[in-house]
C-alpha cells in the first residue's frame, strides 16, 4: 500500500489480504488493534530470540540485547517516532 496510515481503511486491509470485514472484525476491533498486534508478534518474537542467544556471543547477539527490554522506549514508542512512521 502506498497510502499513510491515517488514509487507510479497514476495507483497505481486507483488499490486501483477501479477507471480508467480518474476518477483520472476527479478530480486531479497529486497525490500531491490528497494528498493537504487530507490535506484540514482533516483541514476543524478539524476546524469544534474545533469550535464545548467548549470553555472550557477536556483536549481533550483543546490540539485540541492548536494544529490546533493556531500558530505552518500547518498540512501538520507537515506531511511532520513526521518520517513516511519522511521514504517513
Do not use: V, W
Not at 20 to 29: D, I, L, M, W
Not at 48 to 65: F, M
Amino acid at each position: 500500500m502506498t497510502k499513510g496510515y491515517e488514509a487507510i481503511t479497514i476495507q483497505d486491509i481486507c483488499d490486501e489480504a483477501n479477507a471480508g470485514q467480518s474476518t477483520f472484525y472476527a479478530h480486531y476491533t479497529s486497525k490500531d488493534d491490528l497494528k498493537q498486534s504487530g507490535f506484540e508478534h514482533s516483541r514476543k518474537e524478539f524476546l524469544d530470540r534474545q533469550r535464545e542467544a548467548p549470553a555472550t556471543g557477536n556483536i549481533k547477539y550483543r546490540s539485540l540485547r541492548r536494544s529490546i527490554g533493556h531500558g530505552g522506549d518500547s518498540l512501538e514508542e520507537r515506531s511511532r517516532t520513526s521518520p517513516d512512521a511519522r511521514q504517513g
